[in-house]
């Protein structure tokens, strides 16, 4: 992919991301206002972990391995054969996931046992109810994560990028409409149905790819016999990871009432970042690792990654230093009304603090291991995950009794920095380098300004708190985003000063955006 192609491409993902992220915050803060950090709520996310669990084991396996193993299979074969590969792959899924739904839907009562030994009562048979109903979700997550695969390897990012929007609509409207009404029960039922939305959303994209279904498993298509040895030990992964969730929901439910909602959403918070412009960078290059891959072009792959590297530290880390000094405010402005109180908003903050601090390692954890899934090695990733999820709940237990949830956040950003640490030592040999002096002098410069703008955007903070002590929600909603404002404001100046050339990048794709809108050369540029 062409630069021009690469930034526009970006572009596109991430204005999708940035209003289905602003729609997720919506969906979030209803859930809050209309259900707050109760035995309900705690409930629901706590059913939500089958579906969800299955979902990041199957679909995440799925689409790291289907876009390099069709990029090959169309390379050698033509496109044919990768129409029949993805449509095995399709209706594969969806017997595999019928299956699983039947089996949760009897071995329910087991699970919650196993899910939530905390959990007594009411609590019990509501989150067994719940379970049931968003059991249907899996055939539908993985569904959208095989044709997101699919439309991702031929290039189209635009349809898979815009599946969260009418996703966070049905979500909202289930809680404010259905979920008044009808309890937490009703916002299960909703769930089921935006999860139902996003396959319905790609049907357009799949029309332009020129995608055709087929009823069809064909057990000898040697793209599906090679999904099915590399997707072995990404399961086995992923799985590993769900298994650490479990463990940090197991212990959060013999906490305080409100801690697994507290960390769920200042997981939710946190992960903003990720979610929006971490992403879009990662899901634009993935293709082009695995073109460099399938051409043996390691240089290429090499210098393709260290752009993923520096964009995912130029974005990421003046985005922790925001979330650590801006927490409270965020988290009180997006989340503290209806039944979540300043106690709610305590207990998130505190979650997001410790969150905070891994969200690098788990920006440029997401980057290196497409690199590895591009070059058709999943196994090492797969060692080294199993490795970090078992010092994750080693950490849990450790770290549970000293922070409380505040631990086992904290668990999850150590345990995270440890695996990128290791990913980087393994790659960097087998690959003869990776450009570790432009990494680590991007790190040092981005580090810098990201400390000048906290420092700015800290004192800015306690100056307007002290000439409005005690505001309003439009007031103080409007303060923090005076403060963000000045933090972008200070982080560029800074990053300007420090010559980072992501900056130059960022202007010059920002002029190009211009000229297309308003047909006239754009001054933005000169900045850089």
């Known amino acids: 992919m062409k630069k021009e192609q690469l930034f526009k491409a970006a572009g596109i ?21 209309v259900f707050g950090a109760t035995m309900a709520t705690d409930a629901y996310l706590v059913a ?16 790291t391995t289907l876009i390099p193993v069709f990029t090959q299979r169309v390379y050698d074969e033509g496109e044919d054969a990768g129409q029949r590969f993805i449509n095995t792959l399709v209706n594969f899924v969806l017997v595999f996931c019928l299956v699983m739904v039947i089996v949760g839907v009897y071995g329910a009562p087991l699970i919650v046992k196993i899910v939530a030994p905390g959990f007594q009562g009411e609590a019990v048979n509501l989150t067994i109810t719940l379970t049931r109903i968003l059991l249907p979700m899996m055939g539908f997550l993985a569904l959208t994560a095989v044709l997101t695969g699919y439309l991702q390897a031929v290039e189209r ?23 008044k009404a009808f309890g937490i029960i009703g916002v299960a039922v909703g769930s089921v149905l935006a999860t139902a939305s996003q396959v319905l959303i790609m049907v357009p994209g799949l029309k332009k790819a020129k995608y055709r279904y087929q009823l069809v498993i064909d057990w000898k298509d040697p793209g599906f016999r090679r999904v ?45 970042p990720l979610g929006i412009f971490v992403m879009a960078v990662t899901t634009v290059l993935y293709p082009t690792f695995s073109q460099l891959a399938a051409d043996s072009n390691m240089h290429g792959l090499r210098r393709a990654m260290v752009v993923g590297v520096r964009a ?25 009304r209806g039944a979540f109180d300043p106690q709610a908003t305590r207990m998130t903050a505190y979650a997001v603090f410790f969150y905070s601090l891994g969200l690098l390692p788990m920006a440029l954890r997401d980057v290196i291991s497409r690199v590895y899934f591009a ?23 450790v770290l549970v009794g000293p922070f409380a949830h505040g631990g086992l956040a904290l668990a999850t950003s150590i345990a995270s920095l440890f695996a990128v640490i290791i990913l980087f030592a393994v790659l960097r040999k087998r690959l003869g380098g990776l450009g570790g002096l432009e990494m680590w002098d991007s790190l040092w410069r981005v580090s810098l300004a990201s400390a000048v703008m906290g420092c700015g955007v800290v004192a800015l903070w306690r100056a307007l708190t002290r000439l409005y002590p005690s505001p309003g929600f439009f007031l103080e ?17 800074a990053s300007h000063l420090l010559r980072l050339p992501e900056l130059k990048i960022g202007f010059d794709y920002a002029e190009k955006v211009a000229k297309r809108i308003f047909g006239k050369k754009s001054k933005v540029a000169r900045l850089s």
């Open 228 to 272: 099915g040895k590399l997707i072995v030990p990404i399961l086995l992964a992923t799985g590993a990871g769900q298994i650490g969730l479990i463990v940090n929901r197991m212990l959060a439910s013999g906490l305080a009432e409100g801690s697994i909602s507290a960390l769920n959403f200042g997981a939710r918070l946190t992960q903003l």
């Open 477 to 493: 909603a409007g303060l923090l985003t005076v403060a963000i404002c000045a933090g972008v404001v200070i982080y560029i100046v």
């Open 312 to 336: 995912s530290i130029f974005l990421t880390v003046p985005m922790a230093v925001g979330l650590i000094v801006l927490r409270d405010p965020i988290v009180r402005v997006l989340f503290e």
């Open 375 to 397: 070059l058709q090695d999943t196994v090492t990733p797969m060692m080294l995950g199993i490795a970090a999820v078992v010092l994750n709940i080693i950490l849990n237990f």
């Open 13 to 33: 993902i991430t204005v999708a991301s940035i209003l289905s992220k602003i729609l997720g915050f919506f969906r979030e803060t209803a859930l809050a206002g």
């Open 48 to 63: 939500t972990i089958i579906p969800w669990m299955l979902f990041s084991v199957v679909s995440t396996a799925l689409s």
């Open 157 to 179: 990012f635009t349809w898979p990028a815009l599946v969260g929007i009418p996703f966070n609509v049905i979500m909202i409207l289930a809680i404010l409409i259905s979920g």
